[in-house]
């Protein structure tokens, strides 16, 4: 691919998304009395303005057309979220409030979370009539935790299941989301495990639940969806550490078979840039280089199943300095550039024989796919 490739991509972002942030403490968690120093929280503004800066100075500036969103409405929120659920964010909103251990909404951070949640709706919107291609939300807080009656994981709206429900809206009929954040995407599964319109496929860490309260979903093989949705939930779990190669392995042999299968019109994409080898919530070791190649993978499974029809929603990613290059190279790659800038960083060798075994384990265990 060159850069005669490229037709661009939409980019929704809006400065008010980096207003607020959660309080300092323990990396995710409240402050601690045994810490001197407390650290700024995971999910902060400053992965966002610097995945910005990355986009606005590369060289692939110049095939991104930016927007602000408006924010989203009640009605819109309602969509995939409970009316209960939401007049509980509203209340947390007045004067902030903890999520959990990890998950904190600022007082009057849901203008934010509203912006965020709009950006994903226009993006999907933009794609799903025909007026973009590729159009993607750069956004904070994420999305693909939140489930319909409840906050998870830094998310409290999930703006990718808003996403497809807003393609569906607009009259597309069938449509896949991929989710590649190094966890699961729990929240979307929940929001469609029992339909068999969306197919909801997360590629992952294998870290199971975090809590069966707040988190009771696993991300195992097993979770498949239920009634109709039976067999539209595919995830695919790799061991901590898999690398470039047994990602793309698995992108092969379980994603690509899975989408050509579902035959999609439009897809989805949630993502995140935390399975990089140096983000500090995941080691699954993926360069710039592994992350280019799935989206470029990504970019010609559209090309071939749906008119290359993409909106793109942006998840974790914690490194403030190395996340930001990753996002540029699945930015380049979703647009049929090569990457221009080189890795500042990586340098884990990867074991292709390990690569070959992992991935092939997952395909015996899965009972979509073994």
């Known amino acids: 691919m060159s850069a005669a490739a490229s037709n661009g991509m939409k980019v929704y972002f809006h400065e008010a998304m980096l207003s607020f942030r959660a309080p300092d403490g323990v990396f995710e968690c409240a402050p601690s009395e045994l810490l001197e120093i407390q650290t700024p929280h995971a999910e902060g503004p400053d992965r966002i303005a610097n995945m910005l800066s990355m986009l606005q100075r590369s060289p692939i500036a110049g095939d991104l057309r930016w927007a602000e969103p408006a924010a989203a409405s009640d009605d819109d929120l309602l969509q995939f979220h409970t009316p209960d659920y939401l007049a509980e964010l509203k209340d947390a909103d007045r004067a902030g409030r903890w999520f959990g251990r990890t998950t904190y909404l600022p007082a009057g951070g ?108 696993t991300g195992g093989v097993e979770e498949i969806g239920t009634g109709p949705g039976e067999g539209f939930n595919l995830n695919l779990p790799l061991p901590f550490g898999a690398g470039d190669r047994a990602y793309a392995l698995a992108f092969e042999r379980c994603v690509e078979p899975a989408l050509r299968k579902f035959g999609p019109d439009m897809i989805v994409l949630a993502n995140g840039q935390d399975a990089n080898q140096f983000d500090p919530n995941g080691r699954q070791m993926l360069t710039m280089a592994g992350f280019h190649h799935l989206a470029s993978r990504l970019r010609a499974l559209a090309g071939e199943l749906c008119g290359g029809r993409i909106a793109v929603t942006q998840e974790g990613g914690y490194n403030v300095a190395y996340a930001p290059y990753c996002a540029y190279a699945v930015a380049a790659g979703l647009i049929g550039r090569e990457l221009e800038i080189a890795d500042p960083l990586a340098f884990y060798p990867e074991d292709p024989a390990r690569a070959e075994a992992d991935v092939q384990a997952l395909v015996d265990r899965h009972p979509l796919l073994g």
């Not at 799903?128 to 807080?141: C, D, H, N, T």
């Not at 319909?148 to 497809?164: E, I, Q, T």
């Not at 929940?190 to 199971?208: N, P």
């Open 110 to 217: 849901m203008h934010g979370v509203r912006l965020a949640a709009g950006a994903a709706i226009e993006a999907a919107r933009d794609v799903a009539s025909g007026r973009e291609s590729i159009a993607y939300a750069l956004v904070r807080p994420p999305f693909h935790h939140a489930q319909p009656d409840r906050a998870d994981g830094y998310c409290f709206v999930n703006g990718v299941g808003l996403a497809a429900l807003a393609a569906i809206e607009a009259g597309r009929k069938r449509i896949a989301v991929i989710d590649w954040d190094v966890h699961h995407g729990n929240g979307t599964q929940e929001g469609f495990y029992a339909r068999d319109d969306v197919l909801t496929i997360s590629l992952h860490m294998d870290h199971g639940s975090w809590g069966a309260a707040a988190h009771p979903q």
